[in-house]
Every structure is written in C-alpha cells, then in structure tokens.
C-alpha cells in the first residue's frame, strides 16, 4: 500500500512552452502534497505545501505563479511549470500524505529537461 | 527554524565492511527524524524514522539509526555493506510535528554511498 505515482517520468519541453506534472495517490487520500525540487548532486527544496481544495503554501524564493500547484482531489495534485525555461530543468519529486503528521511518501520523480 | 548536516558527501567502504552515515540536526522542538535511500533517477525510499520511544530504530535492508539528543545526532548504520547499499542517503527532520507539519521535511544535502570489492 502506500503507493505515490509521477506522471510522466520524464520530459523533454521547449523553452517559453508549458508542462504540467502529475501526482497521485493511488491506494489512499492525501489531504496534503508536497513538491520538492532537486539540482544534480544536490538536496531536495521544498517548493511547496499543497492541500486539497485550497491554494497551496510556497516557500520562499520559489514563483508561484512559474510553479503552478493545484491540488483539486485527494489524490491528483498537478505542478504546471509555466513558460519552461532551460534553468527550470531539474528532477521534481512529489510526496502524500493522508494527513499531517502522518507519513508522507514520494513519488518517483520526474526528469524535466527544457531545450 | 530546523537543519540538517550530512558529514560527507561521500562514504566508500568495502563490502562487507561497517556503514556509517553521519547526520546532524537543528531543530528547537522535538524533531521526527528520517533516513530516506534514493537510486539513480528514482524517488525516495524510506528507510527508517524517529518519532518517540525507543531511541535506537531498526529500519529495512539492515539498516539502523540512534537518536542522540544529547549530540542532536542521528546516525545511520549498517553492520555489513552490500554492493546493493550504493546510492544516495539523506537524512530529514520535521520539526513541525506540533503545529500539524511533520510529514514537511527539510533534506541534508546527501552522502552518496559507494561499495567496493
């Protein structure tokens, strides 16, 4: 059980176009999501907190209007990067959790490469 | 505000050898802490958390971690290296386990494990 699904896997987009990124829960409810975004070699940032039916908590530094998050049932939150340009490329990560404090789990991520 | 400190961005040991994964922490409350394994172009994998009680926990694949209040340390161990430990380790801590966030994760920046003949 438990299981996180990213779509797609990876991507491959042309600069100044748009790409949305899925995130599901498949055998629960996630009444939040949380969206990180890792460099090469580097850690994992938070970018956002995403609950279901309401606007989602960005961090600080990160555009929220760049990095659309919707999160409009309990188990589909979208990231939509928006006018994708060649430093947005980067692995995303999602991870769900059924409520706070319990266990989030991740998602596979996904490759977005902007040529 | 809560971090953590990865000492090593790369550990090499033998196989069969002792692992040990350092992780330090910053937290002003008490902190959930975790230990989460990713391979190449995948996700995270948890491997082991801290919450309350025992302070030594026993995660999968052999792995275990001990939380030290004292040296706000939560290192991870493993008795034996199996050449399918190589990967990427990081440590985590939630620090916002009483306002309702402790699944919000802060990540140390990863200590790439590698296992040698």
């Known amino acids: 059980g438990a299981v996180v699904s990213q779509h797609p896997s990876w991507v491959i987009c042309k600069s100044g176009t748009s790409v949305k990124i899925e995130c599901r829960s498949l055998?629960?409810?996630?009444?939040?999501m949380f969206w990180y975004r890792q460099f090469p070699k580097k850690s994992l940032m938070l970018m956002a907190t995403?609950?279901?039916?309401?606007?989602?908590?960005?961090e600080q530094g990160v555009e929220k209007d760049k990095f659309l998050i919707n999160h409009a049932s309990l188990t589909l939150s979208t990231l939509t990067v928006t006018s994708a340009h060649p430093e947005d490329s980067s692995f995303y990560i999602c991870s769900a959790s059924q409520t706070a404090n319990t266990e989030a789990f991740f998602g596979q991520g996904t490759r977005l490469t902007v040529v | 505000a809560q971090s953590v400190t990865q000492l090593g961005s790369h550990v090499s040991v033998s196989e069969g050898a002792l692992v040990l994964l350092r992780c330090n922490y910053s937290?002003?409350?008490?902190?959930?802490l975790f230990w989460y394994v990713q391979y190449p172009n995948q996700g995270l994998q948890l491997l082991l958390k801290?919450?309350?009680?025992?302070?030594l926990v026993k995660g999968i694949n052999g792995f275990e971690a001990e939380f030290k209040k004292s040296e706000t340390s939560f290192h991870l161990t493993k008795p034996s290296a199996h050449m399918s430990d190589a990967a990427e380790y990081f440590c985590?801590?939630?620090?916002?386990?009483?306002?309702?966030?402790?699944?919000?994760?802060?990540f140390g920046t990863g200590t790439q494990l590698k296992v040698e003949l």
């Open positions: 801290y919450t309350t009680g025992a302070t």
């Open positions: 055998d629960f409810q996630a009444t939040t």
């Open positions: 937290s002003s409350v008490p902190p959930y």
């Open positions: 995403s609950n279901e039916g309401s606007k989602a908590t960005y």
């Open positions: 985590a801590v939630s620090a916002e386990v009483l306002t309702g966030g402790g699944n919000k994760l802060t």
